[in-house]
């Protein structure tokens, strides 16, 4: 196999995890790479990787520059916004797209690429609707880093999560508003909340903090610090009972409420967008959603952006509460179809049909 070029972030974030997870892969296949990092690398949140897949990827991002070559071809791993900067003659993109219908400059910058892989068939279907041909998905798999641990369940309480990025369009704010509403103070049930993000100051999800809570305190709702390891992060995934991640309005695929159900746990989850790809009424519990509204919010998504531009689905509040009472019952049982998806969708899987997209 000729060598192949990569172009990815290496770092703690969503598309960094999913950058380093198909590098492992790349590695694991024997794959000769030069590898060109987005930002600063850092792997400090990957403690589970091995010493011999550390010293590829340092070689890989060494000899980059003495090595790369036109004729080689390309995987760029990175958002629509800002991949217009091509390496060789031969480009794919793996990206992911939450919105129903690109932009006019985000369509022009897809056409740019010999193929697009989304990591959503709605994504797909939402740029070939607009007259792009080049476009196709890739299916992500569960984190290597991620497994089933022995469950020491030392009471009867409930354990409820919600894990990702404090945004609009994860409906973050109105998730724990609504647990709150039907739980709060009740000391039987138990919400851990492990969200933040980066981009927003410290100040700013404060001030989210108290609009969710109504300036109120709950003896049961809980908000974690950043987990920089995926060791705790598999820590936390494996302590709850339910999982509320599922519930956001629009998603390239939902790293979190994926994981968490394909470890076995029962996931509330908005049927829409990527979810449709993975969630089923057997492995999940399924909340229709009651409409669509603007995706903006000031901040990722502002109406003048070229990117970035829709709707999100959004979910009536009762829907919720009625999802939540049933997990009740569901979370006392084995998600077993729920495991079933660690078999079906692997990143091994992932990048066996990139490397067939890129060396066809």
Request: aromatic content about 10%.
């Amino acid at each position: 196999m000729p060598q192949l070029n990569v172009k990815c972030p290496i770092n703690k974030l969503s598309f960094g995890n999913v950058s380093v997870n198909i590098l492992r892969e790349l590695f694991k296949k024997g794959v000769d790479a030069c590898v060109f990092p987005t930002g600063q690398p850092d792997l400090s949140s990957y403690d589970q990787a091995s010493k011999e897949f550390y010293e590829w990827l340092r070689n890989a991002m060494a000899r980059r520059l003495t090595d790369v070559d036109r004729s080689n071809p390309t995987l760029n791993i990175w958002h629509i916004n800002g991949s217009e900067n091509k390496i060789s003659d031969k480009n794919i993109l793996l990206t992911f797209h939450e919105t129903g219908h690109p932009t006019p400059e985000e369509l022009n910058l897809a056409k740019l690429y010999d193929k697009v892989c989304f990591g959503s068939n709605y994504a797909r279907e939402a740029f070939q609707d607009c007259g792009a041909t080049n476009v196709t998905n890739v299916p992500m798999g569960l984190d290597p880093d991620l497994s089933c641990l022995p469950q020491k369940k030392s009471s009867d309480n409930i354990h409820f999560g919600l894990m990702g990025k404090w945004e609009k369009r994860k409906h973050t704010s109105k998730i724990i508003k609504c647990w709150a509403k039907t739980y709060g103070n009740n000391n039987r049930y138990e919400l851990s909340c492990c969200v933040g993000n980066s981009f927003l100051e410290e100040s700013q999800l404060e001030s989210a903090k108290l609009e969710a809570l109504g300036s109120r305190e709950f003896s049961n709702i809980n908000f974690l610090p950043w987990l920089p390891k995926n060791s705790q992060v598999n820590d936390f995934i494996n302590s709850i009972d339910v999982d509320l991640s599922g519930m956001s309005g629009a998603e390239g695929w939902n790293l979190p409420a994926f994981n968490a159900t394909a470890l076995g746990k029962w996931s509330i989850v908005l049927d829409c967008t990527s979810h449709k790809d993975w969630a089923t009424e057997g492995n999940c519990i399924l909340i229709s959603p009651s409409g669509t509204e603007s995706i903006e919010d000031g901040i990722f998504f502002t109406k003048e952006s070229p990117f970035n531009r829709g709707v999100k689905f959004t979910f009536n509040e009762n829907s919720l509460i009625k999802a939540m009472e049933l997990a009740e019952h569901k979370c006392k049982t084995e998600n077993t179809k729920g495991k079933e998806l660690a078999t079906q969708f692997t990143y091994s899987n992932t990048v066996d049909k990139l490397l067939d997209i890129c060396f066809s």
